[in-house]
């Protein structure tokens, strides 16, 4: 595996609950994963975890196996080099994540010289080469541009680039389409998909859109309130999504398609780090919930068809696609 | 102007060849919306798409009149909204106008006056049209939109965002508007709470006929809350018609381009690349 | 343009709020002593004493006594009086015009910004004192004149100021949507956008103050402006200059310090209020 | 840091202090010294600009006429010989053999050119030539002026700036510039201006070809610094010496290691001049206040007690004849006690109680607000509290105090001025025409015509114990009206290296070649 | 580029035009005859000098006509007479400017070096012992003003120490700087808790950037993210706010020179305040403004240097 996190918990003092909880989540190599939620429910930072880039003063439990090396003993130089070397992350807003006082060059060439095994002169030679990979077009020319010069597909365009400098072989993209138009995004979904294919790179792909991430992933994880409730295989998710709060954001994410399907919105509103809970995080806005629910600590129960679902109902809950209203109550916020 | 008869017929919302061009620093002009013209009808409603950028809101300001169009005219019930009736002083005006078109813009939290509760919201608006600013109506009112008491006292930073988008939306209805213009309302959202809004909207057609004007970069949220859609691209509309017709059988290349950009089940990026290559050559 | 709202749950990070505590608990001795300077006080600000010339302190003079043999303490004491009102009114006459000045600029934008920014650019370009030096080259020297000076010296900073923020302020959509509800400009300007502004703006005027005693005092010392024989601090300094090379550093030392406290303690309570009321800076 | 950052005033009385016109002579030669002035001088050109600092420095450089000697009496200087063939003409026979400092030779145009500039009546000496009524070249080498009626003081004024010889041609030349930096001196004497560094210093370099004797010190550089930046750079050595015009100066340097101080007399007093406004127009109540004055209390808090209450409003240093006369006479008035007694307060709240016009409103007393004077105004508001009236101050800047002396306007607001005064001739009549009925430094309108009568007279009298006398009558006719209030009269002091030593210590140096007599204690 | 250039200088002499009009015509402000405020008090008011006044400043012609003489003759470096010293106004200024001119630029390094140095130092040790220091002490300085700062400087480096002169501008290279030590550290002071706090927020604020974060996720030494990233990107605010802060000072010197007794043109200008010498008032105003503007205009040119975002928008604008 690539990438294996076990059991993560990580908290922070003065927060009444854990920003993550019990948190397994598995990347192999040339696999495309994706985390979707809502906001708040701990997706970029299992990311960053991965990069052990924790907030100050957090407390953390569990592993983040990289290779096999568990990142959360790391520091010093051997985390640099774990952060210079297998790992590379692609964040959500290209504009703020490239330095507005320099040129684009100068962020690839620091990347690649910051290992100290190639000098100056290759370096540049091998920007300009990964620019052209990236699919910009007159790769001399960008290299001299500075970054608002560029469009913000363009950048993200850089940015990937300068992602692939290190040569890593585990790729954490978060909401790193999201900034995007949906043209845009369409563009660079494709080159992420191509440079996958290219370099077999295993992919952790972020993102609150559950129909992106059933679309481009192989697999996908559903966090909610820091805790992982649903994992399947892609196309299962369409069709058989299990946990409620999975068919529940199925049932409320308009499609193109599906039009004379009327929306059903979840009730209440995402958890926020100062609301805590006894028991199942969603039972609150759960439509099967019952009073066990509230005090039931939510664990992973396999699927028949592949993955996982935390939920204690499993067995009284309906299959199949998320068609008809499944939920009949209605309540404001 | 008090000689046009309203017709039941005629449409409720005329805008017609709307212009605007903005001066950018250098003396550079950017055209951010063309010659866009487009009618809605008493109770209905109007999705506005297109990429970012496209003029969108621009549109959606010039309806309202936050933004003066270079040229074209909007028009409610007939009357063109830029020319005072001799008989109305500024004020009045200005007030008559704002009971036509209603605006309620993307981000809840900073589109509400961070010092105002609630409750003091909605007596400011209702106040300034001289309506019943009692506690019942605006309990009413914050009914309508699904907020309770707690909320009522609530500031703008004690709320949750879509919390927040209720009240901006029971704003808007205080002043009893005929069209409710929406810029990206729901954009900032959670899905989940993007759906409880638009059921919110929902209802609120059903129950006061108002016309609703839905800017959205959404196109599957347009094609679900529409009947008419406007398609845009770099300030010009390529495409309109009903709904159903322009997202379900586009004939505008560029809509198929953003039609294919949609990630929905089995899709393929690649697909878009392809939609692209279409557009650009057309 | 999907990105979800984050609530920023990130915990406040508590600041040393002693200091703040300590700086407040310090003006509020200052403006009481001020306040009630004819009690506590031990002698008349002005009460001469030829055969207690310079002395030290202890004895009858808790701070000992300048060259005519008046109580340090005293003066200092009545001293706050002018030292805290002039920086006050000045603060106050500069806030007036220069928050109408921005408002009105900001909301009208175009050729009335262009006025009023010219105009600001212009009286920016007088560094320091020197518009009110030149005000008082003009009109000569004074409590008066260097107050009303200083006002005008200053009002072209609140008015960038608020320009400022009342740009980002009238950028917000809370405004759009006053005006497509049908408010006025001016009810939109004094009702909703000033009280918007107002915290940030009594912010920076927090910090202003310390900076528009420091002013004061200057002008005072430089003797435009309070006159003797009042006993305004600035002036008490340059009048106890002199002694100082007769080896008494209390008469310039007294007065400078009670300076220095009054704006250090200003300045650590006004960098926290700023902070809070969320002025920018 | 505890009770010790008070000053250590230390007890000195003036009583203590013996004035000595000179200091010991000099035999060793010095390259340069480093001068202190109190300011910058405004302009070196005396007639448009005078003032003490300009003086200083062009004692050296221009001489006069005549000359004051450091002891204060006056002797012909650039005149060889002057006669009075009757009482109102002045004979003046010039010295051949004195060259300017451009190499060029005085003549009687030369002479003749000054004088009348110096008359000129936007000049600063042209009161000096009110008695005159004609000057004219009567010879190569002689000027004879006529005047009005019998003038005894003529002389003296011609060792001051109105006997200054310039150098015609060069001052044309100059026009408007004459006295400014980058300008040359047109003047005889040891020195030569060789250099004004405008804001930074003043160079005066030994004449090589002066007619006179070559004095010992080769250069002096004049900086200014104010009162405690002088105290520094003489406590540090960064100068050599100063006269301390404010007399501060010198009680700050008291006992310092490495500095001599030398005091002599001056005709300089500190005194209250009241105005024209009127809140003193009452002799009586003038008089209460001067008996209820604590000027020991002013010596010793305002001024170190460097300086002496005194009765009179003019220093010793006018003494230049019949000192014996004047100094018993001085000791002879009561009515300015140094410290009022029981005795003198009561006499003074009786004077108060009884005033025809005793002022309703506080009494405005006008000063700067420089240390000493600032304590004199103190002090006088205490004195007035005292005798159960009420004093305000109202101070101006530095430099505007100024004003007050020649501008009525200046004085409108103010009923007393705490004043500095000095008269440039060693003669106490050289004071008492302030008090004629229609001088303009009679502010407060005192009107006498026997006190009129008696000054005219003494003015007249060319013989020095007739004079005397009638000044004596006269200065008691001052003091019982209390035209002016004195305070204290004050030294002049010289501050030196302990090396160096020479010039006068008297008040002299304002006219003096003081520098001439400058150098180094042993050779 | 050039375009921008030539449009701030245009800039610049707009308000260098504006600026010197208010000073020209304050004098019409002067409650009576401005001739006799001119003359300088009414000291020795005779009709000639009167008269001299009325031509040196064309009185008699209409006040747009006055000014383009007045600024005519400033060019021409005739900036009239001394009142009080009787001398050329451009001479006085010239003999004192050197010496105000070396203060502000000592001063200027001091509080470079100072301030930049504190600064980042606290930024970069920040919540600890060092950071907390460096406020402490700014909040300290900064609330001294520079004459009680200097009047103490004087008390105890000058007479109670005596390690430095406290009289003269010196002589010479080291005369000088042994001379301007403690004015120049007494203006320095209160700037450098400016710049040490600008410098610290600056850099603060450009640590908590997005891309300063993505830098260090990708493994960059943490003394290249801090110099390439964090200071680089930071700098615009500090040499701004340095420019900013060097500019004001000519107008410092006003003060400092005061208390030092220094001879330069801010002693002149309190000495010409003082006894109504209204040419001389003027002539250092024009230049102390002059200064100031044209130090600002310095600096916008800059600025743009160090940061090409705001390049784009200036030769676009
Ligand atoms: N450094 C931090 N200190 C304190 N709280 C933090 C920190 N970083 C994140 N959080 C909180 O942790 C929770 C999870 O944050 P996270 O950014 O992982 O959510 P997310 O799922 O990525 O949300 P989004 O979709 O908005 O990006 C949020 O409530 C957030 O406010
Ligand atoms: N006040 C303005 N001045 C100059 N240009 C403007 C202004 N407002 C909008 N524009 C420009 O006009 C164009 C259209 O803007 P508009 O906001 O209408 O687009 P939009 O379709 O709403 O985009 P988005 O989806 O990003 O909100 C954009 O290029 C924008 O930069
Ligand atoms: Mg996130
Ligand atoms: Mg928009």
Redesign the interface.
């Known amino acids: 595996m690539l990438l294996d996190i076990q059991n993560l918990t990580l908290g922070l003092p003065g927060a009444a609950r854990p920003l993550l909880a019990e948190v397994s989540l598995r990347v192999g190599a040339g696999e495309t994963v994706g985390l979707v939620g809502e906001s708040g429910s701990g997706k970029s930072t299992t990311a960053k975890t991965v990069l052990r880039l924790l907030p100050e003063a957090a407390s953390v439990t569990g592993r983040v196996l990289v290779d096999g090396t568990d990142v959360l003993a790391l520091d010093g130089a051997g985390l640099r080099a774990h952060r210079a070397g297998t790992v590379a992350m692609v964040h959500q807003d290209p504009r703020s994540a490239l330095n507005p006082v320099r040129r684009v060059g100068d962020f690839l060439v620091e990347r690649l010289t910051s290992t100290g095994t190639t000098d100056r002169r290759t370096a540049r030679a091998k920007a300009v080469e990964l620019l052209g990979a990236v699919g910009l077009s007159e790769p001399e020319r960008r290299f001299g541009q500075r970054p608002h010069e560029l469009s913000g597909g363009m950048l993200q365009r850089v940015v990937i680039a300068g992602a692939l400098a290190a040569e890593p072989r585990l790729l954490l993209a978060d909401e790193s389409t999201s900034a995007l138009d949906v043209t845009t995004q369409a563009e660079i979904l494709a080159l992420l998909r191509s440079l996958r294919e290219q370099r077999d790179l295993g992919m952790l792909f972020i993102t609150h859109d559950l129909h992106l991430a059933a679309a481009f992933c192989d697999r996908v994880y559903v966090m909610y309130a820091g805790r992982v409730v649903e994992q399947q295989e892609a196309d299962r998710l369409f069709t058989h999504a299990r946990h409620p709060y999975t068919r529940g954001l199925l049932a409320c994410s308009p499609e193109l398609e599906d039009i004379d399907r009327a929306l059903e919105p979840i009730p209440g509103r995402p958890p926020s780090l100062s609301d805590t809970f006894t028991g199942c995080p969603f039972a609150t806005r759960c439509p099967h919930a019952e009073p066990e629910c509230g005090t039931w600590i939510p664990e992973p129960v396999p699927l028949p068809g592949g993955g996982t679902a935390a939920c204690r109902r499993l067995a009284d809950l309906p299959e199949g696609p998320v068609e008809q209203p499944v939920l009949a109550k209605r309540s404001p916020a | 102007m008090s000689a046009i008869e309203t017709r039941p017929e005629a449409p409720l919302l005329v805008a017609d060849g709307l212009t605007k061009t903005y001066r950018?620093?250098?003396g550079?002009r950017l055209t951010a919306a063309d010659r866009v013209s487009f009618t809605v009808p008493r109770g209905g409603s109007l999705g506005v798409v297109g990429?970012?950028g496209s003029g969108k809101s621009t549109v959606a300001?010039m309806l309202?009149?936050?933004v003066r169009p270079d040229a074209g005219t909007v028009a409610v019930d007939g009357r063109d909204r830029a020319t005072r009736p001799p008989s109305f002083g500024?004020?009045a005006h200005?007030?008559?106008?704002?009971?036509e078109?209603?605006?309620v813009?993307?981000?809840?939290?900073?589109?509400?006056?961070?010092?105002l509760t609630a409750r003091h919201c909605l007596r400011t608006?209702l106040r300034?049209?001289g309506r019943d600013a009692g506690d019942g109506r605006i309990a009413a009112l914050l009914d309508q939109?699904?907020?309770?008491a707690r909320e009522a006292g609530a500031r703008p930073h004690e709320l949750?965002?879509?919390?927040c988008q209720?009240l901006?939306i029971a704003?808007a209805l205080a002043?009893d508007p005929r069209v409710l213009v929406l810029d990206?309302a729901v954009?900032?959202?959670?899905?989940?709470?993007?759906?409880?809004i638009?059921?919110l909207l929902d209802e609120i057609r059903r129950d006061t006929e108002v016309a609703l004007v839905f800017v959205s970069?959404?196109?599957?949220?347009v094609?679900?809350i529409t009947e008419e859609t406007v398609v845009m691209r770099r300030g010009t509309v390529v495409e309109q018609g009903p709904t159903?017709r322009v997202?379900g059988a586009p004939e505008d290349p560029y809509t198929r381009?953003?039609?294919?950009?949609?990630?929905?089940?089995?899709?393929d990026?690649?697909d878009?690349?392809r939609a692209?290559a279409e557009a650009d050559a057309a | 343009m999907t990105a979800a709202i984050t609530v920023d749950a990130r915990l406040p990070v508590r600041r040393r709020p002693v200091l703040v505590i300590a700086g407040a608990a310090f003006l509020a001795l200052v403006v009481l002593a001020a306040a009630f300077a004819p009690l506590l006080a031990p002698y008349a600000p002005d009460a001469v004493d030829l055969s207690a010339s310079l002395v030290g302190t202890g004895g009858d003079h808790p701070l000992g006594t300048d060259a005519s043999g008046q109580d340090l303490l005293s003066r200092v004491l009545y001293g706050a009086r002018t030292s805290l009102i002039a920086p006050l009114a000045l603060l106050a006459i500069a806030a007036l015009l220069g928050v109408t000045l921005g408002t009105v600029a900001a909301w009208r934008g175009g050729w009335v910004d262009t006025l009023v920014s010219r105009v600001t650019d212009v009286m920016y370009a007088f560094p320091g004192l020197l518009f009110v030096v030149l005000i008082i080259a003009v009109f000569g020297a004074g409590i008066t004149t260097s107050v009303l000076g200083l006002g005008l010296a200053f009002a072209p900073t609140i008015a960038k100021y608020t320009r400022s923020v009342a740009l980002t302020e009238r950028a917000k959509p809370y405004v759009d949507a006053y005006r497509v509800q049908g408010m006025g400009g001016v009810r939109i300007c004094v009702r909703h956008l000033v009280p918007n502004l107002a915290r940030s703006i009594v912010g920076y005027l927090v910090v202003l103050f310390g900076e528009a005693l420091m002013s004061l005092a200057t002008l005072s010392y430089l003797g435009f402006g309070s006159q003797p024989p009042s006993s305004d601090w600035g002036l008490m300094v340059q009048e106890g200059q002199a002694a100082i090379v007769q080896g008494a550093l209390l008469p310039a030392l007294v007065p400078g310090t009670a300076i220095a406290a009054v704006v250090v303690a200003f300045n650590v309570v006004g960098v926290w209020a700023a902070d809070r009321l969320g002025a920018r800076r | 840091s505890g009770a010790t950052t008070g000053a250590s005033t230390s007890g000195t009385e003036a009583a203590d202090l013996t004035l000595i016109p000179t200091t010991a002579r000099a035999t060793g030669s010095v390259a340069a010294v480093n001068w202190l002035l109190e300011d910058e001088p405004d302009s070196l050109d005396l007639d448009t600009q005078g003032g003490s600092a300009g003086r200083t420095v062009l004692g050296n450089v221009c001489e006069r006429l005549y000359q004051l000697q450091p002891d204060m009496s006056v002797r012909p200087s650039l005149v060889r010989q002057a006669a009075r063939p009757d009482a109102t003409h002045l004979v003046l026979t010039l010295r051949d053999d004195v060259t300017f400092h451009d190499g060029s030779r005085m003549t009687a145009d030369d002479v003749l050119f000054s004088l009348k500039r110096h008359a000129e009546p936007e000049m600063e000496q042209s009161d000096e030539f009110g008695n005159v009524s004609a000057m004219r070249k009567t010879g190569d080498h002689e000027i004879t002026i006529t005047f009005k009626q019998p003038d005894a003081l003529f002389t003296k004024a011609l060792a001051g700036d109105a006997g200054l010889v310039y150098n015609r041609e060069q001052v044309e030349k100059a026009g408007e510039d004459f006295g400014t930096p980058g300008q040359s001196d047109a003047c005889s004497g040891p020195y030569e201006l060789s250099g004004w560094k405008s804001g930074d210093s003043i160079t005066l370099t030994r004449a090589d070809d002066y007619w006179g004797e070559q004095p010992l010190t080769g250069k002096v550089v004049f900086r200014w610094a104010d009162d405690s930046a002088m105290v520094n750079a003489l406590a540090t050595g960064a100068a050599d010496g100063t006269y301390a015009d404010n007399i501060g100066t010198a009680a700050a340097l008291r006992g310092k290691k490495g500095l001599d101080e030398h005091f002599g007399p001056s005709t300089s007093t500190l005194a209250l001049i009241p105005t024209e406004r009127g809140g003193l127009a009452d002799p009586d109540i003038r008089k209460a206040l001067s008996l209820a004055l604590d000027r020991s209390g002013i010596a010793k808090s305002g001024y170190g007690g460097l300086v002496e209450p005194w009765a009179t409003p003019v220093g010793s240093g006018a003494w230049g004849y019949a000192k014996d006369a004047f100094a018993a006479a001085q000791k002879q008035l009561t009515d300015a006690p140094a410290k009022p007694d029981a005795q003198d307060l009561a006499k003074a709240k009786e004077l108060v109680k009884n005033a025809k016009k005793a002022p309703a409103e506080p009494i405005v007393i006008g000063t700067d607000s420089s240390q000493g004077r600032m304590v004199i105004a103190n002090a006088v508001r205490a004195a007035l509290t005292q005798i159960g009236l009420k004093g305000q101050i109202k101070t101006v800047p530095a430099a505007q105090y100024g004003e007050f002396y020649g501008d009525k306007e200046a004085r409108a607001d103010i009923d007393v001025l705490v004043a500095d005064w000095y008269i440039s001739k060693s003669d106490p009549f050289g004071f008492y025409d302030n008090g004629l009925s229609d001088s303009a430094n009679n502010w407060v309108g005192f009107k006498s015509p026997e006190y009129d009568a008696k000054v005219a007279e003494g003015l007249r009298t060319l013989d020095d114990a007739k004079r005397a006398e009638l000044a004596i009558d006269v200065q008691r006719r001052f003091a019982d009206a209390a035209v002016w209030i004195p305070v204290a009269q004050m030294p002049t002091a010289l501050v030196l290296d302990d090396k160096l030593t020479g010039p006068p210590a008297s008040m002299a140096y304002l006219y003096y070649p003081w520098a001439a007599q400058l150098g180094a204690k042993k050779g | 580029m050039f375009a921008s250039i030539g449009r701030r200088l245009a800039g610049l002499l707009a308000t260098l035009l504006a600026a010197s009009f208010v000073i020209f015509a304050a004098v019409y402000a002067a409650p009576g005859d401005p001739a006799v405020f001119l003359a300088g008090g009414r000291d020795k008011l005779t009709p000639e000098r009167l008269a001299a006044v009325r031509e040196q400043y064309h009185l008699d012609e209409p006040l747009v006509v006055q000014y383009g003489r007045w600024l005519w003759d400033c060019l021409h470096l005739d900036l009239g007479r001394s009142f009080q010293y009787g001398d050329q106004v451009s001479d006085l200024l010239s003999s004192r400017f050197p010496t105000t001119l070396a203060l502000v630029g000592y001063a200027t390094v001091l509080f470079v070096v100072l301030g930049v140095g504190a600064g980042v130092l606290a930024a970069v040790r920040r919540g600890s012992w060092v950071d907390s220091a460096v406020v402490g002490t700014t909040t300290l300085t900064a609330s001294v003003p520079s004459f009680v700062g200097g009047i103490a400087l004087v008390a105890f480096f000058g007479v109670r120490l005596g390690w430095f002169p406290v009289t003269g501008s010196g002589e010479g290279f080291a005369g000088t700087l042994h001379h301007l030590t403690l004015p120049a550290l007494a203006m320095a002071l209160g700037a450098v808790a400016v710049i040490a706090r600008v410098t610290r927020q600056a850099m603060v604020e450009a640590g908590a950037a997005d891309h300063v974060e993505v830098a260090r996720a990708a493994g960059l030494p943490e003394h290249q993210i801090i110099r390439r990233h964090v200071l680089r990107n930071a700098l615009g605010p500090v040499v701004t706010m340095c420019g900013l802060v060097t500019a004001g000072m000519l107008a410092g010197t006003v003060a400092i020179e005061t208390v030092f007794g220094l001879s330069g043109i801010g002693s002149l200008l309190v000495g010409a305040v003082n006894s109504h010498d209204f040419p001389v008032a003027q002539a250092v105003l024009l230049l102390m403004v002059a200064g100031y503007i044209l130090v600002t205009t310095l600096v916008d040119l800059v600025h743009p240097l160090l940061d090409p975002r705001l390049k784009a928008m200036r030769s676009s604008a």
């Open positions: 950018l620093p250098g550079e990429e970012s300001r309202v009149g936050l500024r004020a200005r007030l008559a106008r704002a009971r078109i209603q605006m813009f993307q981000d809840p939290y900073i589109s509400l006056d961070p010092r608006s300034l049209h939109v699904g907020l309770g949750s965002g879509g919390q209720r901006a704003r002043v990206e954009a900032a959202l959670d899905v989940s709470i993007q759906a409880q638009l059921r970069h959404d196109l599957a949220v094609r679900h159903s997202l381009l953003l039609l294919a950009s949609v990630p929905r089940r089995g899709w990026p690649a878009a690349e692209r």
